[in-house]
């Protein structure tokens, strides 16, 4: 028997060879979704309506257990290492063979969705889950296809996502339990062992990375967008914790996306339909836009709530510091849609650097956008991360490393060729620490930080006084509107400059030392972009 709601011409699960399933829901509206995790015993409703869901032992994405499948189409166009892991097609179809049989008698939530809003770049996906608000989850951060899209919809990539199902490692081939696998030939995504939402979206991701630059010629980031009333486009590249979301979500600029795009001739699209933000430590005074947009159909991750309420609290870190929420991007009073806009006027590389070095903005030439570009700096510090008790480095290659199944120079090259085409302006923002390192110094303000990212849109930064950083070598602004003068300069904030000068000699080093893995591919223009410690 199927429960369908826009029903295909044919079983959404024909192609998985089923002869019969217990019960399929197709394609349900957020409500009923919601209906069905609460009488499933998935989650709670919040104040505000918004859904609350734990994602069990997984509290983020299991890196070390993601693979992709080796086979005559990936052997020599994807990056393998520690980032890429090979799996046996073999091994591949047993696996799926064993999840068919499991998921035969289940309740299934199915959903056909897009990734892409720009048609010409489109995915089509369909995506089985055995959980409910993991299908609430995929109809909030997919494009979502109307009626008539729905009529004829041919998937171009599955998702099978089944956290209840684990696999054995002795004889499937993984490491652990729980895995994320992706076929680039079979067009499938295999996902079990792990209730981590996330997965899905960034096992997509994945997909696009690889598509777009290989098989289109367009570059694909891992950043966020908006643009302004002038059609004036901006990104925001940045790791997570970084500011991403949050600087993206300006009342006085449309958001195109908070984490996925495309880079095409005629402009940016974004890849998702919705927002997938942090939300510790979240209040409205801060961030009013992702503040508002926790509300029914919206979806809150591993929270708690405040005691004998139904309020969150968004300060409780009892079950992770990676709390998270998952709404439609028109939960964003001024999200663009369709989400597409012109070619971008500014580029902004966000890191959240905790040893207090990194000017809090900083404009870069072509060789120094490219060099750090491929650099992709940030800093995590004491708590993020279990066994981090100090300020710990971090670079991922083009921002996204963890997502890329090319090697990342095929990215920067895509980069450097679009940047120069249109002539864009690159800023380095640090949205970490001044006046020391964590620990001694303090956070920078965000609101330091809106204004100056406001002052490179607006061109006020086009004729004020530049000085050269002794150690990087970027164009650091002496004065900016409403921000301090003394604030610019990250050597001025410390009680020791000799402190700082240490510090920063050692920073630089430590790129230099990260850019050795690239040296070999690298071209004299990007070399020319390093730090001189």
Known sequence: MQDLALAPQTSPLDFLDFETSEKVHYNLRPAELIEHSLSRKEGRLTSTGALMADTGKFTGRSPKDRFIVKDSKTADSVWWGDINIPFEEEKFERLLKKMKAFLSDKELFVRDAFAGADPNYRLNIRVINTLAWHNLFCHNMFLRPN???????????????????????????????????????????????????????????????????????????????????????????????????????????????????????????????????????????KEPEIWDAIKFGAIVENTRFKPNTREVDFADKSVTENTRTAYPIHFIPNALEPSLAGIPKNI????????????????????????????????????????????????????????????????????????????????????????????????????????????????????????????????????????????????????????YDKQAASLSESFIQNFNQFENYATEAILKGAPKP
Request: charged share 20%.
């Open 147 to 285: 009626e008539a899209e729905l009529e004829n919809f041919k998937q171009d990539f599955t998702i099978i996502c089944a956290p209840d199902f684990e696999a054995d490692p002795e004889t499937d081939g993984t490491k652990n339990p729980n895995f994320a696998i992706i076929n680039l030939s079979k067009r499938m995504i295999l996902i079990g062992g792990t209730a981590y939402a996330g997965e899905m979206k960034k096992g997509i991701f994945s997909v696009l990375n690889y598509i777009l630059p290989y098989e289109k010629n367009t570059l694909s980031m891992h950043c966020s967008a908006n643009v302004g009333k002038n059609g004036d486009t901006a990104v925001f590249f940045g790791l997570s914790g970084t500011g991403k979301t949050t600087l993206s979500a300006d009342p006085n600029r449309a958001l195109i996306g908070d984490d996925e795009h495309g880079w095409t001739e005629n402009g940016i699209f974004n890849f998702e339909g919705g927002c997938y933000a942090k939300v510790i430590d979240l209040s409205r005074e």
């Open 348 to 499: 902004f590389f966000l890191t959240a650097d905790a040893f207090g070095v990194i000017p809090p903005i900083s404009r870069l030439n072509k060789s120094q956008a490219m060099y750090h570009f491929i650099s992709g700096y940030t800093a995590k510090v004491a708590g993020t991360e279990m066994g981090v008790t100090e300020p710990k480095l971090t670079f991922s290659a083009c921002f996204g490393a963890a997502f890329l199944p090319l090697h990342p120079t095929q990215y920067a090259t895509l980069f450097g060729e679009a940047m120069e085409k249109n002539d864009t302006k690159v800023w380095l923002i640090n949205t970490g620490w001044t006046g020391g390192p964590y620990g001694v110094g303090s956070r920078m303000k965000l609101s330091f930080t809106r204004a100056m990212i406001t002052a490179a849109l607006q061109g006020e930064l086009e004729n004020v006084e530049y000085k050269t950083h002794r150690f990087f070598g970027f164009q650091v602004p002496q004065s900016c509107p409403n921000v301090p003068n003394e604030v610019l300069n990250p050597r001025k904030t410390w009680q020791n400059p000799e402190d």
